[in-house]
């Protein structure tokens, strides 16, 4: 019996894996063809054809839509996490009246559709002089990363022990010092979860980047991929879309494999206490 439970879980788990892998699997054997072989099914590769690949980047500015996903992508997650981590510390071990509906009123706005705050966003960005700049995707996509950030930093600082903060403020250090020598080491594993987190949601974010944003050369690489063009105005490019696809892939993979450990880390961490 318990060897038919172990194999109907690793099938289970075979069948979950081709789900998830199967359709980046596709895009890569997708991005090597081109003409009419893109509307045949073929399941193995036939050939390794790079001109789609090299389509991307000669057709548009891709390598800059690249960079201004990673200056937009890098920035949100240093300022998600500096002021999560700071909010997170006066939320988690400072006792003020109206914590909680403030709490809540953050995760309320996390809520929202992005649609219902688009008009909003759009008139501030707009007012502060931030459209079709970088600074304006950073600012809207920070009302994106910043509410979930808050609430798992908060989540994380209330299960560290009280002992260690009041030791450090017997030894005469400050709340500042407290929270970036004593506290930020130790919440490093759910630092790096929701800061990969917050990479992955402001990489992908589409609609504010399409919305505010007016030139190519100010595009993140979700619109800059929608909107691609081929050799005719009739012609949809899906074997340079795939190929594109692939390369804004590749990095989100490589930061999952590089932060496993401590991915792991931050999702367990405070679920035993003691």
Do not use: H
């Not at 300022?79 to 909680?100: E, K, N, P, V, W």
């Not at 966003?121 to 931030?130: D, K, P, S, W």
């Not at 490093?188 to 007016?214: C, D, H, K, M, Y």
């Amino acid at each position: 019996m318990k060897r038919l439970v172990r194999i109907g879980f690793w099938l289970l788990v075979l069948v979950i894996a081709f789900f998830a892998l199967f359709p980046f699997y596709y895009a890569i054997i997708s991005s090597f063809r081109s003409g009419s072989e893109l509307f045949s099914v073929a399941y193995l590769p036939e050939r390794f054809d790079l001109s789609n690949y090299v389509a991307v980047f000669e057709r548009q500015p891709f390598g800059l839509n690249i960079l201004n996903s990673i200056i937009v992508s890098g920035s949100v997650v240093a300022l998600s996490l500096a002021l999560g981590i700071t909010a997170a510390y006066a939320f988690g071990r400072i006792a003020f009246r109206g914590r909680s509906l403030l709490l809540m009123t953050i995760l309320a706005v996390s809520m929202f559709p992005q649609v219902a705050v688009l008009a909003g966003m759009f008139e501030l960005i707009r007012g502060f002089g931030l459209y079709n700049t970088l600074p304006g995707l950073i600012l809207a996509n920070l009302m994106l990363t910043l509410p979930f950030t808050i609430w798992v930093l908060t989540t994380f600082m209330r299960e560290l022990p009280k002992e260690i903060e009041e030791a450090a403020f017997v030894d005469g250090a400050t709340p500042w010092i407290v929270v970036r020598r004593v506290f930020l080491p130790l919440m490093a594993p759910a630092a790096v979860t929701t800061g990969l987190l917050a990479f992955i949601v402001s990489w992908n974010e589409f609609l504010f980047a399409l919305t505010f944003t007016l030139t190519n050369e100010r595009r993140t690489v979700p619109p800059a991929i929608a909107l691609m063009s081929g050799s005719t105005a009739y012609e949809l490019p899906w074997g340079a879309i795939m190929a594109a696809s692939v390369v804004v892939t590749i990095p989100i993979i490589a930061l999952v494999l590089v932060f496993q450990r401590k991915i792991v880390a931050g999702l367990t961490a405070g679920a035993v206490k003691g």
